[in-house]
């Protein structure tokens, strides 16, 4: 068990950076710390996958092949309370990236809903 202490979000725009630099790491451990136990994440296409375990193993085995991403300009971050609405648009052609982040009651930020890609499956925009 890793017991590895992350940086937290700060702010719900935190959890992007975060996200691309652990993944550019290789470090999956780094990435399911960005979610919430109980996060559900719209991926591979047309699937679900559910709670921390899952999106670790999911996370492991997309970057066993040690892709690269890039950090994309955000749309503008949507508060309301502790719930947060975050996106970007998707440099790869995968429409736009939208994630709702929770804050913490330590006051950092995790995602809980994660939808990487918004076109439909096998589809175009």
Not at 89 to 106: K, L, S
Request: glycine share 10%; proline share 10%.
């Amino acid at each position: 068990m890793d017991h590895h202490v992350y940086e937290p979000a700060g702010r719900p725009e935190d959890i992007t950076r975060l996200f691309v630099e652990r993944s550019n790491a290789g470090d999956p451990d780094g990435v399911v710390a960005l979610y919430d136990e109980d996060a559900v994440m719209a991926f591979p296409p047309g699937r679900v996958t559910t709670g921390r375990a899952a999106i670790r193993a999911l996370w492991a085995e997309v970057l066993a092949d040690r892709p690269r991403f890039a950090i994309e300009t955000p749309l503008p971050t949507l508060v309301c309370g502790d719930i947060a609405l975050t996106g970007t648009p998707a440099r790869d052609g995968a429409g736009e990236r939208v994630q709702v982040a929770r804050r913490r009651p330590d006051g950092s930020w995790v995602r809980i809903i994660d939808r990487p890609e918004s076109r439909p499956p096998g589809g175009a925009g």
